[in-house]
């Protein structure tokens, strides 16, 4: 019985653990971790959760310790890249949070102005895979120099003439002085799974997660919209809300005025709300939607 839980590696701490342990308790998990905890056993599905460094998850399920793992696409890339034989794990979803990219960043006002002038010089990374792959395609010639943290410091130690790491906010670059020159890898957290074929019990639990996950994260952006209108200005309303193609329109107990009813699947601003009054609407309701299933 135990051998058919399926196991899942996350990132023990860092930007994408917590949205990771959200987007499960969205699925109905209830995760108990206390901290220093690596392991935690859910009651609701057949399903163990590891807590691993974010390296370590692309490998984890690529040798079979665990079945599914949630990591950033930019340590699965680099992992994918240096591992390219044997590697074992592929992409089961894209779920979408943790933007970020993996960029190319020289000094502020530095010798070095467009992608060309990286000929010759040295740029200090924690993706070197990733970063010599760009630059063969690019035809340029240059070193890379591995450092697995502090990287945005190396230009201003003189170690490096240039950095590739991730930018998120931007925070970190405007800090060192330094300016990002290109895009490597544009990143975001992927559901993975080991490429084995697993029994069908297991299949069955991916499956459940899987299609819990879709709702969870349909869910987040989608609002349900009510609305009241005049009946002639349905038509210009539903184009007017945001990933909706058929409300529903409910009669009032007032000539030609109807009830608009509408899941909206993608984020309501005040913008549309101003656009929805401008044609006629009123008494507009956005209200937050819990679950929902394709
Ligand atoms: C990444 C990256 C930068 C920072 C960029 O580090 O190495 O330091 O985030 O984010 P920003 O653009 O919002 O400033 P991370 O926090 O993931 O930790 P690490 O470098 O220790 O792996
Ligand atoms: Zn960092």
């Known amino acids: 019985m135990t051998s058919e839980r399926i196991r899942i590696a996350l990132q023990k701490s860092g930007r ?39 390296d370590d998850i692309p490998g984890f399920v690529s040798n079979g310790i665990c079945d599914l793992g949630i990591v950033g696409e930019n340590v699965f890339a680099e992992t994918h890249a240096a591992e390219s034989e044997g590697f074992a794990a592929s992409v089961l979803e894209r779920l979408g949070f943790s933007l970020c990219r993996l960029s190319i960043a020289v000094p502020e006002n530095g010798a070095i102005k467009g992608i060309a002038d990286l000929a010759g010089k040295t740029l200090a990374t924690s993706y070197p895979h990733l970063l010599r792959g760009f630059l063969k395609q690019q035809n340029i010639e240059a070193n890379t120099l591995l450092m697995t943290g502090s990287v945005e410091v190396a230009p201003r130690l003189k170690i490096a003439d240039a950095i590739c790491d991730i930018v998120a906010s931007g925070t970190t670059l405007t800090a060192n002085n330094l300016r990002e020159l290109t895009v490597v890898l544009k990143s975001e957290a992927l ?104």
């Not at 690596?38 to 590891?50: H, M, N, Q, S, T």
């Not at 609002?223 to 945001?242: D, F, G, H, M």
């Not at 913008?271 to 008494?283: D, P």
């Open 16 to 54: 994408m653990a917590e949205d990771s342990l959200s987007l499960l308790k969205n699925c109905g998990l209830h995760i108990d971790r206390s901290k220093d905890q690596l392991f935690c056993r859910v009651k609701e599905l057949p399903i163990d959760l590891l807590f691993i460094r974010d």
């Open 191 to 294: 559901l993975i799974r080991g490429t084995q074929q697993f029994s069908p019990e297991k299949e069955a639990t991916i499956h459940r997660l899987l299609s819990r996950m879709r709702g969870a994260l349909m869910a987040q952006d989608s609002k349900y919209i009510i609305l009241n209108a005049p009946r002639s200005a349905v038509a210009e309303i539903t184009q007017l809300l945001p990933g909706c193609d058929s409300p529903t329109v409910m009669d009032l107990n007032k000539e030609d005025m109807v009830a608009v009813h509408a899941v909206c699947k993608e984020a309501v601003f005040w913008e549309t709300m101003e656009k929805l009054q401008s044609v006629g609407a009123s008494a507009i309701l956005v209200v937050p939607i819990e679950k929902m299933t394709a």
